[in-house]
């Protein structure tokens, strides 16, 4: 018999979010992150959403940015047609024809998308043959990617992607949902997790983790002193986390880069700026800003060479000038977050008995979907503890 149903390793919304929901329902533990020998970052990108899971925004509260272009994400059409012609050279007939597109199609990319998360365009079309034959030719539309009018509004809907689903490789179905989603909805910012109470379940930390060992039907999870079995786990850090704080576990690191995070302390930013923004180079370097009580500037690079601060000069040279990273104390640290520098084919697993967030070994579209993957392991986890 194991020590606990669901263990949750690392502290982040991802895994608050199961405490919250399971805390008094099944006997849960969390390993916190000083159980890892390594500086750790619990921000993740990003917080912004399309789906009404937080506040209604009605000011600009994300930017899209490149050497030519600053493009504020808010929904008016109005300013969206002026930026669409005057910074992303498009022409007034190529809008037009976006808003009709848009009011036309959205509700059927919001089927694909959010109804048919884990299932993809072969389980919609499973469970509607006869909606997918009567619609055929439109889906065939959507599935053709948009051809960019301008350089400008290529590199505006990489930043899109970038800034929803950072590191993420996505169909032209999600590029879509995000582009026609501008156009007609108000925009939400995701509530985070309220705080969690952590006096109804065990906590392990100041321990350190040297291994976990996974067996038919349970995992083993080994420390310094003790060890515990669990029949499912639920990680708030992908493969590369373990490695580099060298912890033996039977996961495989199938991704060549992962996103760091350059922290800033004590730093005056310029008014105004949005509080995120992507900001892609003419060199195809992206770098992507959080701006709360610090600043967090994430850059992806290999997983295994951690970057110098002077990594994140053409970004600094283009937004904050002013500051020197020369005197500057800049702490650079691992994320959650990997970097996909290709299209990989990862299947959605209900069977695994380890879950990891966002971008690893399940379909990852953005903001949106990482609140649907939330729920989706929720019920899990219900029919397979509590049912």
């Known amino acids: 018999m194991t020590d606990f149903k669901v263990l949750l390793i690392g502290e982040s919304d991802f895994t608050n979010h199961f405490i919250n929901r399971f805390q008094g329902e099944l006997k849960l533990c969390l390993v916190k992150n000083s159980c890892f020998n390594i500086d750790i970052s619990e921000e993740f990108i990003p917080r912004l959403a399309f789906l009404p899971e937080g506040e209604k925004t009605t000011i600009p509260y994300a930017q ?3 050497d030519n272009f600053r493009v504020d994400l808010l929904h008016n059409t109005d300013i969206i047609n002026l930026f669409f012609e005057k910074e992303l050279k498009c022409r007034k007939p190529f809008f037009d024809n976006l808003i009709i597109d848009s009011a036309t199609n959205l509700h059927l990319l919001n089927s694909l998308i959010f109804e048919y998360y884990t299932k993809g365009l072969i389980g919609f079309i499973k469970d509607k043959p006869l909606f997918f034959l009567k619609n055929y030719k439109t889906f065939i539309n959507l599935s053709k990617n948009i051809s960019p009018p301008s350089s400008e509004f290529d590199r505006f809907l990489k930043g899109l992607l ?3 689903s950072p590191g993420e490789v996505n169909s032209g179905f999600y590029k879509k949902y995000l582009l026609y989603s501008i156009i007609n909805k108000a925009p939400y910012r995701i509530k985070s997790e309220k705080p969690v109470d952590y006096k109804n379940i ?3 930390e100041n321990k350190k983790l040297l291994e976990l060992v996974y067996y038919k039907s349970y995992w083993k999870l080994r420390f310094e002193d003790t060890e515990l079995l669990a029949d499912m786990i639920i990680s708030a850090f992908p493969p590369h986390i373990y490695s ?5 576990t039977p996961f495989r690191i199938d991704y060549e880069n992962t996103f760091y995070e350059f922290l800033i ?3 005056k930013t310029p008014v105004p700026m949005a509080d995120e923004l992507v900001f892609n180079t003419e060199r195809g370097i992206f770098y992507a800003l959080k701006k709360e009580n610090a600043l967090s500037i994430f850059a992806p690079a290999k997983v ?3 970057p110098e601060s002077d990594f994140i000069k053409p970004f600094i040279d283009e937004f904050i000038p002013y500051f020197s990273l020369r005197k500057s104390d800049i702490n650079v640290k691992y994320t959650g977050l990997v970097y996909h520098n290709r299209g990989r084919f990862r299947i959605f697993r209900k069977n695994r008995t380890c879950r990891f967030p966002k971008c690893y070994d399940f379909p990852y579209y ?3 979907g990482e609140i649907l993957y939330r729920n989706t392991l929720s019920e899990l986890i219900w029919k397979k503890f509590l049912l």
Do not use: Q
């Open 64 to 66: 899209i940015c490149s």
């Open 162 to 164: 970038l800034l929803f």
């Open 202 to 204: 065990e906590v392990i």
């Open 244 to 248: 580099f704080s060298h912890v033996s």
């Open 265 to 267: 302390r004590d730093i």
């Open 304 to 306: 295994n060479e951690k």
């Open 366 to 368: 953005g903001a949106d």
